[in-house]
């Protein structure tokens, strides 16, 4: 059975991603067609890449690290449930990117994001990102409006008809992923 991650790539406290991927890990469990786990980003400190680590902490840090890169190679593809700031990615989750490189080689993933018009342009820029660390997206995407899919912009209350762009979404991620595991 293939793996998927689904990645929550937001750290900002008041987040709004948190309800997005557990609604996105509950649609994909109900889906019973392949092993499906939540990867918080919140729960790997990771530092800024290239920064100077204290030496107190640099085995800690390392350790961080590693258990990032070891999480992130486990997984056959990935959905990135991302939010967009300022007309991109956030810095976070794009941080955490340039720690991998072969642990994404030859994978697949799906985008789900949120925002004012969806996370479209953090879409974008993920495609951009994960096409040099050889990632294969696909083209569904789920796009969550902060107007028509939150109340107050804060409590998660997305439209019915998101289930079958959900549905296509991970149909696409998972026959990528498997056509993907063979060359690996």
Known sequence: MLKIGIILGSVREGRNGEQVAKW???FAENR???DYELVDLKDY???LLGASVPENDRVQVTEVIDAW??????FDGYIFVAPEYNHAVGGALKNALDYLNPELNDKAAGFV???SLGGVRSHENLRLILGELQVA???TALTFSLMSDFENFS?????????ANASELFD????WSGALKAIR
Do not use: M, T, W
Request: proline residues 6%; glycine residues 8%.
């Open 32 to 34: 019973g067609d392949a």
């Open 45 to 47: 400190n990771l530092p």
């Open 155 to 163: 409590v998660f209350k997305p439209a019915d008809y998101h289930a």
């Open 137 to 139: 997206d696909v083209r």
């Open 113 to 115: 994001g949120y925002g």
């Open 69 to 74: 890169k070891e999480k992130i190679a486990s």
């Open 24 to 26: 996105v890990c509950d």
């Open 172 to 175: 696409q991620v998972i026959k």
